[in-house]
């Protein structure tokens, strides 16, 4: 039996600190760095999405940036694919392809080998990515507002079965136990999966001081550019970021409650975020509080050269 191939991958909830600690480990070790970001492959969208700058990149290659314009819908099976791609090219060269990201589903069905329904509709999968964007109460109040019998009967966290109904009302279909096919049990990769976590109230200082900073380097604009003179698809209009800018554009909010609004939609994506890692990832966690990143560049060190790692996550 082959010898699986090796990918480096680098997760965390949004704001504490991921795209710095790529470029210091890409350099370290001479990676170049594929984007896990389901909102990072529009142009345009630069502030919104914490997209890195060209200046920070500090000559590392970038994939998955900048790939397609916001009109465009951009599935978890076109990641999947795209990335398969360019991890094979990078495997081609006898190097290892660091995958650095916040979405987890989309790592998970690149690293699961998720296989895809072909005859599973685009508007489905659409539908379904831009829902799982949504805070559990907002996606109950949604489908209590089309069917309070059937909302009435579904815990509001219970966020898979509600988006399934959701999508089963909203796009007339029927819709069997699960959403297309499932994960393979077995992994595609040999994997090593860098976790990143610390206190909950730093995580959320981090995301009050980014937003602040957003707004400063012209968030609003970019906002008003994308809605005003794009068509952006509904998945890129529903990125945490923009969305919240549609009252202030229609005169019915200021541009503080708009801020407040992003906030609180990124402290609730960023627990959503570390919920997925922690029950859906293999994931090795360390503590920024507690470890020192002497410890982390050690393991992937060991990782990329085929040695024991002793377990210094929590």
């Avoid at 791609?85 to 650095?100: K, Y």
């Avoid at 296989?115 to 109950?140: I, Y």
């Avoid at 499932?182 to 995301?207: C, P």
């Avoid at 809605?227 to 509904?234: A, L, V």
Wanted: no cysteine; net charge negative; hydrophobic share 35%.
């Amino acid at each position: 039996m082959s010898k699986l191939k090796k990918v480096l991958i680098l997760i965390g909830p949004t704001a504490i600190g991921k795209t710095a600690l790529s470029i210091e480990i890409a350099k370290k070790f001479n990676l170049e760095i594929i984007s896990g970001d389901s909102m990072q492959v529009y142009r345009g969208m630069d502030i919104g999405t914490g997209k890195i700058r060209e200046e920070e990149k500090e000559d590392i290659r970038h994939h998955m940036i900048d790939v397609i314009e916001p009109e465009s819908s951009f599935s978890v099976q076109e990641f999947q694919k795209h990335v398969t791609e360019i991890i094979d090219e990078i495997h081609e060269d006898d190097r290892i392809p660091f995958i650095v990201g916040g979405t987890g589903h989309y790592i998970r069905a690149l690293i699961h080998g998720y296989e895809f329904d072909e005859e599973d509709d685009k508007e489905k999968r659409e539908l379904t990515e831009t829902l799982e964007q949504l805070g559990s109460s907002v996606l109950h109040d949604r489908l209590k507002k089309i069917d309070p019998k059937v909302a009435a009967e579904i815990h509001p966290n219970n966020r898979k079965r509600v988006i399934r109904m959701l999508v089963k009302f909203e796009l007339s279909d029927r819709i069997s136990n699960r959403i297309g096919p499932g994960y393979t049990d077995d992994m595609k990769y040999d994997t090593f999966i860098v976790g990143l976590t610390r206190e909950r109230k730093h995580i959320h200082a981090n995301i009050e001081s980014r937003v602040d900073q957003m707004f400063e380097r012209g968030l609003p604009e970019e906002a008003r550019n994308l809605f005003e003179n794009r068509s952006p698809s509904k998945t890129a209009s529903a990125a945490i970021g923009y969305k919240e800018f549609l009252p202030y554009f229609e005169g019915a909010a200021d541009l503080e409650s708009v801020k407040e609004l992003i906030r609180q939609n990124t402290r609730q994506y960023a627990k959503r975020q570390l919920t997925f890692f922690k029950n859906q990832l293999p994931v090795e966690w360390y503590d920024l509080d507690k470890v020192q990143k002497d410890i982390i560049m050690e393991d992937i060190y060991q990782f990329l050269h085929a040695k024991e790692r002793e377990n210094h996550g929590k």
